[in-house]
């Protein structure tokens, strides 16, 4: 209902009558009934709203992104984008979905470690690698949140000082899902401090990744996914 009445009121902004009927055409949304002006009360917002009724909240996020709304919150377009719209490079996966939080300075050691845990039934998330060049940075951000069955965070100098580590970290403690830190020159920090922490001990990407699935696989919030994921990646011919 927030996203419906957040569409209506910039569609309503943007557009008249005829221009938003012509941009829902353009949007390829053809399926939706012509709208019935009468009863929408003079409304351009209400003739919105009426018309997207039925659209499913996926194609509901495209047009949000194409109009490149800020009326909602993160918290909100995740709620929204769960099981329903999963960033591109984790569409139709079977794999494991693990985030990978980390800074940008330190991306390799990101990009190396989700290249490790491929082999292993476990499609990571790199922010900095995984983002389609045309998709809106923040928005493919969140659905790797909203999407995700576990995060790790790979506590590198600098980690606890970034504003977006944080709210990732913040994230996946309110969604409740399974954390992972990989010390490598930071300790977690907050209320992760708690959680399972790897030590990097000098040990390579393809050593440290099936520590990683060990650990997803114990752990009762991710043995089911992660058995799931990894029948579905030998039934596919991908060995470590």
């Not at 969140?142 to 994230?171: C, H, K, Y």
């Not at 009762?220 to 990894?230: D, F, G, K, N």
């Amino acid at each position: 209902m927030k996203l419906l009445e957040a569409l209506g009121s910039e569609l309503q902004r943007q557009f008249t009558f005829d221009e938003l009927d012509l941009y829902l055409s353009a949007a390829r949304l053809l399926e939706i009934a012509p709208g019935d002006r009468t009863n929408c009360y003079g409304s351009k917002r209400v003739y919105a709203k009426n018309r997207l009724a039925s659209v499913s909240d996926a194609e509901l996020l495209r047009l949000a992104d194409d109009l490149d709304l800020g009326g909602l919150g993160a918290v909100e377009r995740a709620s929204i984008a769960t099981e329903s719209l999963p960033p591109r490079n984790w569409k139709d996966t079977p794999k494991f979905k693990l985030f990978i939080s980390h800074i940008s300075k330190h991306k390799n050691v990101a990009t190396r470690l989700r290249d490790a845990l491929k082999p292993l039934g476990v499609a990571g998330f790199v922010a900095h690698e995984d983002i389609h060049p045309t998709a809106r940075w923040q928005a493919e951000i969140e659905r790797g949140l909203a999407t995700m069955d576990a995060l790790i965070a790979i506590l590198t100098p600098g980690f606890r000082d970034s504003v977006w580590t944080n709210q990732e970290i913040g994230f996946a403690l309110g969604r409740g899902v399974k954390i992972i830190s990989l010390r490598m020159g930071e300790d977690p920090p907050g209320f992760i401090s708690t959680e399972q922490a790897i030590p990097q001990q000098q040990r390579m990407a393809v050593d440290i990744a099936p520590i990683i699935v060990g650990l997803l696989s114990d752990d009762e919030r991710t043995t089911m996914r992660m058995v799931e994921a990894q029948r579905m990646n030998s039934s596919s011919g991908e060995t470590p």
